[in-house]
């Protein structure tokens, strides 16, 4: 039987007379990588804000791992196992990658005395050195992360989302601004750990390409509801998707 | 030969005081955008707490100025925080800078009313004898600041760079919504950069007051000293509050005596408009991160 990581049941969610998701549902399983698309404005963001708590949905609820995530701290989010990447650059430019890296994971770690007392990398060090030989940045390890490209921040904030070991990560428009070379090393890594970990995936993504090689399976959005879900291969032959979303 | 090197100690001396206010000030905006125009009074009263505490009380004094630090944390930071700073933020920065010079003025004018308009001794920490080290006569409470004043600013950036909670106040500071995504209580980080400032700024009013006197009006020139020094030095970097804070320290004592006593305190405001104009995010500063 297959274990339900993330289940969304009928969630709506509108900004005064307009309905940016109207009664969505879904459930993802561990180790699926799902792909969420849909043009712009069609609510990909305002669910993915739902799911994460940022936005509390005027109807429905959401579940991670068998909690109920309405009015959850983003912090509390982060502890139950939930990673996210940002479609914004989002590490900290004053600290090296390695810092970046530790950070993302010793809130996890330790008592409050530890936090003041103990050892300022938490124990975390080897763990961060290993991510970042995974995402193959160890050439940037002590770099300050506002010095690095917008492609390497990109990796940065990937291995951020995965050190603190999530079964569920949520990764907004990982493939915005990247270079084709990096975009295939981030493809690759973000399908070696979803196979070495068995992670679940939930990707917001532009990039046909790069989601329909990824993903396992893709929701389509348009006007704030679900039109179409399938496997990459009924997806690109769905006719309603093609009028709506990818065009002739 | 050694003029000079007496001006330079004892512009140096009072420079690495001058330097605690201003990261004080630099820290409480990194983390919370918080202009803290009050700052010089902050840095004003804690002298007079040691004053009521070892006085009007009868503390001895080696108790009434740790307890005075402990008073200032607790007032100058926690208090602060949460009766003027927590609520006025949501009103934004013009809103906040305004309460703090609201603050300022209550807090020197209750000084003067409630304890005295008078300038007051204060007992130094330091026996007033100096040192003879060539031709130069050096004040031994000069270099025994110095050392006081940096020890706290090494100490608190060993702390910010190589602690756990200073790595989370850091991260507070560059980026709070993805500190707080990855569990970081950003409240709690802001917090402790409050206490923190309280601490820096009884720790710089113990030091200098003893060559000022204990008087009310003294927030005026000390606000006025920090807040141009985290300028010149870089509005987002300890370490240009730092520079910043010994430049002016040196500026000061050398021009009252190779330049004009009469114009020695406009040598820093022209100082500041340089800056300003030359660069802007100051002499360390850089254009856009942020980091305490």
Known sequence: MTETVLSVNHISKSFGGIHAVRDVSFEVSRGEVLGLIGPNGSGKSTLFNCVLGQLRPDKGDVHINGHRVANMRASHLNKLGVGRTFQQLSVFPQMSVLDNIILAGQEHHGTMASRLFGPSDAGLTEEADRMIAFFRLEHLRDEMA???????????????????????????????????????NLKERLETYNREHDTTFVVIEHNMEFVMSLCTRIIVLAEGAIIAEG?????????????????? | MSEFIQLLISGLSAGSIYALAAVGFTLLWQASQTINFAQGEFVMVP??????????????????????????????????????????????????????????????????????????????????????????????????????????????????????????????????????????????????????????????????????????????????????????????????????????????????????????????????????????????????????
């Open chain 1, 146 to 184: 506002g010095s690095l490209s917008y492609g390497q921040q990109k990796l940065v904030d990937a291995a951020m989302a995965f050190m603190a070991g999530p079964s569920l990560v949520l990764l907004d428009e990982p493939a915005g601004g990247v270079n084709l070379t990096m975009l295939a």
């Open chain 1, 231 to 248: 496997t990459p291969e009924e997806i690109r032959s769905n006719q309603q998707v093609i009028d709506a979303y990818l065009g002739g």
């Open chain 2, 47 to 292: 002298a007079f707490f040691v004053l009521a505490l070892s006085v009007k009380l009868g503390l001895p004094i080696w108790l009434a100025m740790p307890l005075t630090v402990i008073l200032s944390v607790l007032l100058l930071g926690a208090l602060f925080k949460k009766l003027i700073v927590e609520p006025m933020h949501k009103h934004g920065t013009i809103p906040l800078v305004i309460a703090t010079i609201a603050l300022g003025l209550l807090i020197k004018e209750m000084v003067k009313e409630f304890y005295s308009p008078l300038g007051q001794p204060f007992p130094s920490l330091f026996p007033q004898t100096v040192l003879t080290v060539g031709d130069a006569v050096i004040s031994v409470p000069d270099i025994a600041n110095f050392v006081i004043a940096m020890g706290t600013i090494v100490a608190l950036q060993l702390f910010l760079g190589r602690t756990r909670t200073g790595r989370s106040m850091q991260a507070t500071a560059q980026n709070p919504d993805v500190a707080q995504i990855l569990g970081v209580d950003i409240q709690r980080m802001v917090m402790y950069t409050f206490l923190i400032n309280g601490a820096l700024a009884a720790i710089a009013s113990i030091l200098i007051t003893p060559i000022y006197l204990a008087k009310f009006s003294n927030g005026e020139t000390l606000g006025l000293v920090a807040f141009i020094a985290a300028i010149v030095g870089g509005f987002n970097q300890i370490r240009g509050a730092l520079v910043g804070g010994l430049l002016i320290g040196v500026i000061d004592n050398m021009s009252a005596t190779y330049f004009s006593a009469e114009y020695r305190q406009a040598l820093p405001m022209i100082l500041l408009i340089v800056i300003i104009l030359v660069r802007p995010q100051g002499l360390l500063g850089t254009s856009e991160g942020r980091t305490v």
